[in-house]
């Protein structure tokens, strides 16, 4: 069966170092894949696109990876700050057009 | 200057009760989509259309029915509701049906009774 998951356990790191978050898929074969940051009561906001002919790409201070083979993105928060406390979610694309197919999400807290 | 709006922000009805949630985006975009994210925080494309096209409809009861006058506008109507449609109902639109980044609005909480 098709599934995509995120480390399901809250992530919790001091600040100043970096949050490394998980995303996982089995049987797909996204062309792209996405990462979106959500705040409680509040929708997503986009973050980082990332193709599948890309190794990694850079926005300030995150990072995202992206493996076709292991079928697994990673997504790194350098220099973390309280502020950056959200939920993470992983997005990828399934089929035609801009179907969106979202992961549970990781919720990453950054303490002082 | 908002981006992706919904109204109502919160929306308490009865069982029963038929219901509708709009939306409109102010980017110029072409193509706009509803998802609803359950309890357990799953977030799940429900419609999507391109220039007032229905382009995407995944598995959601009939009950469910989008509508789209023009392409800045999305609304979602809900018949006969349920205690399971309670969730959140997020709107969102995108440049056009290629692959790229999705705008979402504020969401809809929606509590059946």
């Known amino acids: 069966s098709q599934k995509i998951e995120q480390n399901s356990e809250a992530l919790n790191i001091q600040e100043g170092k970096t949050a490394t978050l998980t995303c996982n898929y089995t049987?797909?074969?996204?062309?792209?894949l996405q990462w979106y940051r959500q705040d409680p009561g509040r929708g997503p906001v986009f973050l980082l696109l990332?193709?599948?002919?890309?190794k990694e790409k850079r926005k300030e201070r995150l990072k995202v990876t992206f493996d076709t083979t292991l079928k697994q993105s990673l997504f790194h928060i350098t220099a973390s700050q309280p502020a950056d406390s959200a939920t993470y979610l992983c997005?990828?694309?399934?089929?035609?057009?801009?179907?969106?197919?979202f992961g549970a999400g990781t919720r990453l807290a950054v303490h002082p | 200057d908002t981006a992706v709006s919904q109204t109502p922000k919160y929306l308490v009805t009865q069982m029963g009760n038929d219901k509708s949630i709009k939306c409109e985006q102010n980017?110029?975009?072409?193509?706009m989509y509803w998802y609803k994210q359950d309890s357990k925080k799953f977030l799940k494309i429900m419609f999507s259309?391109?220039?007032?096209?229905?382009?995407i409809n995944e598995t959601v009861p009939n009950r469910f029915s989008p509508k789209s006058p023009d392409k800045a506008h999305l609304n979602l109507h809900i018949n006969s509701l349920e205690l399971g449609d309670s969730a959140v109902y997020f709107c969102?639109?995108?440049?056009?049906?290629?692959?790229?980044?999705?705008?979402f609005g504020p969401g809809t909480r929606l509590t059946v009774l």
């Open positions: 969102a639109s995108s440049q056009d049906r290629t692959y790229n980044e999705q705008f």
């Open positions: 049987n797909y074969s996204p062309a792209y």
């Open positions: 990332i193709r599948e002919n890309e």
């Open positions: 997005a990828l694309n399934s089929g035609g057009y801009n179907k969106l197919i």
């Open positions: 980017l110029g975009h072409d193509t």
């Open positions: 259309y391109n220039n007032k096209e229905l382009i």
